[in-house]
């Protein structure tokens, strides 16, 4: 061997319990002109093999403590030690360790006594063909890449993009949950390009990519045709066709508003907007070119409606979406104009009245009352039921306070309804608090009234704000019961003071024995807990008697009241 | 590389056959390069400061009937041995490592007094060999 020879590079460590072996495998492969670190036990080696990253390791078998062949594969099972080349060094007689080299992992062996003068060769071959091997397989990714990946974006191209969608496709006439597709062009692309050049269209097709992928959820895909083509997948959607529209809507809003905002493209501001079409799919139904053709025509239609704006392929999703945008927008408005009021429903207990439901209404401008049953979901799906149940709660504890000097209503409890997200709030019981001491509503006469939907995580924390509420005096009772999820093992644990019989069970008491003994339970069960029970929404003298006689005492419904003004209900107390 | 070719005597030419075959440490005379510590030193001093240790504990092994503790001395002796052309002693070491594995220890003291004389013949022969000037580095490992 002389200097001028530089065949011989790379990082070997060298495993061996024996100080000849240490000693020889070191001096040999270092004069070679290796990099070499020894070590004598498997532990060492594995601790060692992140941090000195060898290009192969020459491993003896018996060892004490851990042998050769489980250090070989421990460093297998780590993320870098599975292509790194392992020469077993093992007894020439020893047949037995060597097909325990290879099951455990080892790319070659050598037998001892070693060839030392050969070994630099030897270790050489294996590192050259384990960097060959490691290259191949980056080769092969890289081809992978190209194939299925843009090259200017990095994101999924059309073939990747078709792939997902038939696989989504499947997925979705399997479960029955709708995906969309958004088809997402640049309004005046053409124009950066010729009048800013290439280089600058480039730069902004890659913020743009960076951008939507922030605008969905991990299972989504976002994807490049070409150009400035951009189609965003939604998966797993709603089950329900209007639902899955709505979602849809609010991701290409969220595209929308991401989009719009300016890019620094070298050094210059620059402004784009994209026109979005949208068309939704459910199972098989449609062809794949179907439908990207579908989402195709909707987003020029965005372009004729003046760019910068989302269409659905299907007029009528077309429609629900902008009556939902437009409720939307009108809700905002009413809740920051208080376009609110309640009514209030009398709860008759044993032929009295104990008190009332407050019930929220609202009186649109323009289309004049709306029904809770229009606007509660949306309140709850845009969070301004946290604005709107404030409102409701102080509204309430106002009536409350005003009718404490009235002698024949100073008694009357007033029921609130509370919304899953509004008892979330980390600073909900402090709201009560603040309520009930600017009001000077008496506590006692406040009741709070649950939905199963909230006992749907975090029951601890629920009865720890119950708890505090209920220490000073706050009622709870806990409304549609028997719906949704309610948990026996929860109820117990609730400090509850009563439970409601939920009207769609009401209704039907007399006719469906199945609502009956719904009925009959909820009763019994409230008896057993010590609980109140109300029945919700009592039209008949009928109803009113099969309760009675299962138990239940106290009701709310047309029967007795429908839900009344301010003024209409303070006459029926009167007159009580 | 400047090959330090070293003119390596060859003791203990008598009759019986040589304790240590010498060819593998020549073969360290190619990879020596000049101005480095010797590696044929490092090694022999290493031999001289660890197998004797290695033997005692192979004895107090066969005294407490412990199999796998002979082996495993057995087999760090016989691994260094074979490494450094100590053959004779390389084989015995062999044998006593297969009692050790298959703990089958009635032969063993007999065997191990075969071993003791071997590497007292070995480790002089090694001795011997070291030359009285190399008093340079000794790597530790």
Redesign the interface.
Known sequence: ???EQKEFFGKVLVVD????????A???LE?AGFEVT?VDNGLDAIALFDTFNPDIILLDV?M?GMDGFQTCQEIRSTPDGADVPILIMTGLDDLESITAAYRSGATDFVT???Q??VLPYRVQYLIRSGMAYIERKRAEERIKELAFFDQLTGLPNRILLLDRLTQAMTASSRNGSYGALLFIDLDNFKTINDTLGHDMGDLLLQQVAERLTTCVRAGDTTARLGGDEFVVMLANLSTDERAAASQTEIVGDKVIATLNQPYLLRGITHHNTPSIGITLFNGLQAEIEVLLRQADIAMYRSKEAGRNTVRFFDPEMETVVMERAALEKDLRKAVQERQFFLNYQAQIADGHLTGSEALVRWQHPQRGLISPAAFIPLAEETRLILPLGRWVLETACAQLAKWADRPKMSHLTVAVNVSAHQFRQADFVDQVVEVLHTTGANPQLLKLELTESLLLSNVEEIIEKMLVLKARGVGFSLDDFGTGYSSLSYLKRLPLDQLKIDQSFVRDVLVDPNDASIAKTVIALARSLGLGVTAVGVETEAQQDFLAGSGCHAYQGFFFSRPLSVESFEALAMRA | MVVNIRTTDTPGSGGQPDAVDWSVLETLNVLQKAGKPSIRRTLITAYLTTVPGLLERAGTAVNTADGAALRSAAHSMKSSSMAIGAVLFGRTCAELELLGKSNTLEDAPALLRRAESELDATCSALREALEPDESDGVCSF
């Open positions: 061997m002389s200097n319990d024996d100080f000849a072996v240490r000693i020889l070191h001096e040999t004069q020894v018996m004490p001892k006594p070693i030392w003068l």
